[in-house]
């Protein structure tokens, strides 16, 4: 197997786990927070699906985000441009939309990433992603992309044990993914 196999890999696995951990969840149990200033899954799932769109793109430099592209800003009320990444009170007011509308988004995002990491060259990974941060490859940035998947998903797989002590992480999430 090679590195961009094992990076497809998990990036798969982040994406059948999450869609089992959070299949079925009601409006509820998504837009539930733990404390009034902590996250609920349906950020997490948003904000995992907006820094993967992003990320990519960057890495890309020739693509625009799939917030813009495909219109998802109207699915989920907002403009191309908002909530300020950096506004932190404006992004806990983020209005939740469905279940359907945020794992659309992240499987949407998901897929096209998918394509281009399977239509690499792997010594594109060795690459930097820009002239402004020439130790920062592509490599670092899907590592960093994967690293940022599996933490939230924690945070998920948390939430939904605090909401539900009979909840249990999903049967042969953890195991070798077919593609």
């Not at 149990?29 to 902590?38: D, E, F, K, M, V």
């Not at 191309?80 to 992240?106: E, H, K, T």
């Not at 998947?149 to 992480?169: A, K, M, V």
Request: hydrophobic share 35%; with cysteine.
């Amino acid at each position: 197997m090679n590195a961009l196999d094992v990076i497809a890999e998990c990036l798969i696995s982040v994406q059948v786990r999450l869609a089992t951990t959070c299949k079925d969840l009601t409006e509820e149990q998504l837009n539930w927070r733990p404390s009034p200033t902590a996250n609920n899954i349906g950020f997490i799932l948003w904000h995992l699906s907006r820094h993967q769109d992003s990320q990519i793109t960057k890495a890309t430099k020739g693509q625009h985000d799939l917030w813009i592209t495909d219109k998802w800003f109207n699915k989920f009320s907002q403009s191309p441009n908002s909530p300020d990444p950096g506004d932190r009170m404006g992004l806990r007011a983020l209005p939740i939309p469905s279940l359907d509308v945020l794992l659309g988004y992240f499987e949407a995002v998901h897929n096209r990433n998918i394509e281009y990491v399977y239509n690499l060259n792997p010594d594109a990974l060795d690459q930097p992603i820009s002239s402004d941060t020439p130790k920062y490859t592509l490599g670092n940035c899907l590592r960093h992309l994967i690293t940022h998947q599996n933490n939230h998903h924690g945070q998920i797989d948390y939430i939904r044990g605090l909401q539900d002590e009979t909840w249990d992480l999903p049967v042969g999430t953890g195991v070798i993914v077919n593609k």
